[in-house]
């Protein structure tokens, strides 16, 4: 369980859908906003891994020929579909921005965080290896304790990643990129997108 909570402490840090919805959060939300969508994405791994320790393995697994399983597929092109959404959203937000005029952030941040992480198939197939490699696939004791384990390292890292953006002293710089970054989230966004489209066997 060790190596497993370290192995997933390193692709955490890795740029990827997680960490730019919780830093797209804090570029142009509160504290609190951002604090939350890194709350979803905590629970949304974490109640990935559990399903994937209890009851994915055998469905998200490829067969010896590399096949992708029909549910892992759909389970990749729903996701792709999610992140292009996203990613259009905050795009349009960069060319058409709505006013705020009661300076509250935009709402959402908590369930974007959570879909994002939930709906995640690349994580998926992790925790199912993972899973089936720890011998804890289909017991509820290991999965949970898989599934807590994800939840601390997740919850520590993009609350880290909020509180950092959220800084008081980035306050000022905070104001002059928010458009800029959301662009950025937004095609990084579509490129994940594309990008796992683009890895589907048959593709």
């Not at 304790?145 to 950092?164: M, Q």
Request: net charge positive; charged share 10%; with cysteine.
């Amino acid at each position: 369980m060790v190596s497993f909570t370290l192995t997933y402490a390193l692709l955490a840090i890795l740029p990827g859908p997680n960490f730019v919805v919780v830093s797209r959060a804090a570029w142009s939300g509160s504290r609190m906003s951002s604090l939350a969508t890194a709350l979803g994405v905590a629970l949304g791994a974490a109640a990935l891994a559990l399903a994937a320790g209890l009851a994915f393995g055998p469905a998200l697994a490829a067969d010896p020929g590399g096949h992708l399983s029909p549910a892992l597929r759909a389970a990749a092109i729903g996701f792709a579909a999610l992140l292009a959404l996203m990613g259009l959203r905050l795009l349009h937000e960069v060319v058409a921005p709505r006013d705020r005029p009661d300076g509250r952030p935009p709402r959402g941040g908590f369930v974007n965080g959570l879909a994002t992480a939930a709906s995640n198939p690349l994580s998926a197939g992790f925790f199912a290896a993972s899973a089936l490699r720890l011998g804890s696939a289909g017991s509820i004791g290991p999965s949970l304790t898989l599934a807590l384990c994800v939840l601390g390292v997740a919850g520590v890292w993009f609350a880290t990643v909020a509180l950092t953006i959220t800084h008081a002293r980035l306050t000022p710089l905070r104001s002059r990129l928010t458009r800029p970054m959301a662009a950025v989230a937004g095609l990084v966004l579509l490129w994940n997108a594309a990008e796992i489209l683009s890895r589907l066997p048959g593709s």
